[in-house]
């Protein structure tokens, strides 16, 4: 039922575990596989368990996992997100009642705020100003990024409104001043399961520290931490035994999604950063991976004749799925003719996976344009895209340009050529 990796952890009677899981490799399953070990043995108590996801799927999956296999209901079983939101509803004297500030309104707050400023920012796309948790707009424009902070947080105080953000930080202040409230959500719980912990940050961090529950295990993929525009870190996950001495450390290294073939170009990018733990990935499947490569002249021009050309693997596979790194992107494949259901940003993908990945590396990428070197989150998010293909990968990149060398080239360079080079073909592939 496990392999001899999944069983060390899961019979381990260590307080602080961490689980390096490569992707593929059964992380959830593995997590469910405590649980329904303690059980057994009555080693747990299901209401003092707090478990952790990253997103609302992710907690509705778990669920759903968790009574599949007959398990104790009474896990408390949410984002950390709802964690806080929760626990200051619930204890705080004050928030007996939040309201939150929706996407929606949000945006409509910013363009008022950011208006007034129209012509210094000189029509730059808010997608660009805020991507890498605001660091053009905090860097290019530090009046405008003040007076932005100061207007929302105005806003949101005459509302009485609040992000989530702003809950983890309240948490955070509260615990660290010791106020009361904080006394019995730190006697609440006995053991903490966190999962995708590599997708949290320092804030979220310090809180885990503070509530100082007995037994903590958390489980993610530095490899797979791609959403440092929200502020994320890998940092608590590269560091993890150093704020818990007497961590035990195992590494899931056992793919079943993809074939050999695919795990070895997926980690092309990831063998070039620095910050990272190695790791060895093996294929539990045998078989020949199916990998081509399709050049553009131009990125956008030419899509009419590449969805043409692709369309033979949408008709033989219905598991055939484009990624791309932007939304302008995926909006460009399809005005293209590419269907909404066939296309998906590579951060929506997170967690899926898919029988044939077709990679879109033409466009899109490093939206920032800060410096030539590629930031090692972009490899990382190249290697999530990468890794949700099974069984077939088709990368699509451009000519490179004789006067400017452009991200995607350098991204696109990594990898060997099986088309014929500058024509739109895909008569060439490799069996790897």
């Known amino acids: 039922m496990w392999n001899e990796e999944q069983r060390k952890v899961i019979e381990s009677n260590s307080n602080y575990k961490q689980v390096i899981a490569a992707a593929g490799s059964g992380k959830t399953a593995t997590m469910i596989g405590i649980l329904q070990h303690k059980e057994e043995r009555k080693t747990i108590s299901p209401e003092r368990t707090l478990i952790v996801t990253f997103t609302k799927k992710a907690t509705e999956e778990f ?95 005459k509302n009485n409104l609040f992000e989530f953000e702003d809950l983890i930080r309240i948490v955070k202040q509260s615990l660290e001043t010791g106020e009361r409230w904080t006394f019995p959500l730190k006697q609440r719980f006995d053991s903490l399961i966190i999962d995708e912990f590599q997708d949290t940050n320092l804030c979220q961090m310090k809180i885990i520290q503070m509530l100082q529950i007995p037994q903590i295990t958390v489980v993610g993929d530095d490899w797979q931490a791609i959403y440092g525009f929200r502020g994320a870190t890998p940092e608590p996950f590269l560091n993890f035994s150093r704020f818990f001495p007497k961590t035990e450390i195992f590494q899931l290294t056992t793919n079943y999604r993809s074939l050999k073939g695919i795990i070895e170009l997926s980690s092309i990018p990831i063998r070039k950063n620095k910050n990272k733990i190695e790791k060895k990935v093996f294929s ?32 033989s596979d219905r598991e055939t799925m484009i990624l791309v790194r932007s939304n302008f992107r995926k909006r460009e494949w399809m005005d293209a003719g590419i269907r909404s259901e066939q296309i998906m940003t590579i951060h929506a993908s997170k967690g899926l996976e898919f029988g044939t990945v077709i990679l879109d590396l033409s466009s899109g990428w490093n939206l920032t344009g800060e410096g030539k070197e590629i930031p090692e989150e972009e490899r990382r998010i190249l290697y999530v895209g990468i890794s949700r293909a099974k069984d077939k990968l088709i990368l699509i990149g451009r000519e490179t340009s004789k006067f400017k060398e452009r991200p995607e080239d350098k991204l696109f360079s990594y990898f060997p050529k099986t088309d014929s080079w500058g024509k739109l073909t895909l008569r060439s592939y490799r069996f790897w």
């Not at 004050?94 to 929706?102: A, C, Y």
């Not at 539990?284 to 369309?311: M, W």
């Open 63 to 157: 669920k759903t996992r968790v009574e599949a296999k007959h398990l104790s209901e009474h896990y408390h079983i949410s984002t950390f997100h709802s964690f806080c939101y929760q626990s200051l509803f619930e204890l705080h004297p004050e928030f007996h009642k939040i309201s939150l500030l929706s996407e929606t309104e949000k945006e409509q707050q910013t363009k008022r705020i950011l208006y007034k400023h129209r012509m210094r920012l000189g029509g730059i796309p808010f997608a660009i100003l805020f991507s890498s948790n605001y660091s053009i707009l905090r860097k290019e424009f530090p009046d405008v990024f003040e007076d932005f902070l100061f207007e929302m947080e105005t806003y949101k105080r």
């Open 284 to 315: 539990h499947r045998e078989g020949n991976t199916f990998y081509r490569t399709l050049t553009l002249k131009h990125p956008k021009r030419d899509l009419k004749s590449a969805v043409y050309e692709l369309k033979t693997y949408f008709e």
